[in-house]
Nanobody, 124 residues
């Protein structure tokens, strides 16, 4: 299992940008699919963006398409979520997650390793 530490969260203005980083420790990232999830109070944890370990295919929730970009740097053991044009409804705790496999995974139960989360608040 991978261990992750998320960073980069904080307060942003509507329309602003943040870049979240997820640092993996203990293992190489090459063979793991990565997902970013978020959870707002009283809501289920939802998939935001995911990237495969094989062909680099990506998934974006409809609510973030065109605004968020997922990327990975396996050599540096880092995963990023670049968030632009932020909206108040993006406010949540954001988590990175990983699982072994060659497919893309978009559901919480499909992941085996999770970070502790980083708070993102979008408010004026």
């Amino acid at each position: 299992q991978l261990q992750f530490v998320e960073s980069g969260g904080g307060l942003a203005q509507p329309g602003g940008s943040l870049r979240l980083s997820c640092a993996a420790s203990g293992f190489a990232l090459d063979y793991y699919a990565i997902g970013w999830f978020r959870q707002a109070p009283g809501k289920e944890r939802e998939g935001v963006s995911c990237i495969s370990s094989s062909d680099g295919s990506t998934y974006y929730a409809e609510s973030v398409k065109g605004r968020f970009t997922i990327s990975r740097d396996n050599a540096k053991k880092l995963v990023y979520l670049q968030m632009a044009s932020l909206k108040p409804e993006d406010t949540a705790v954001y988590y990175c997650a990983a699982r072994s496999g060659s497919s893309i995974y978009t559901r919480r139960y499909e992941y085996e390793s999770w970070g502790q989360g980083t708070q993102v608040t979008v408010s004026s």
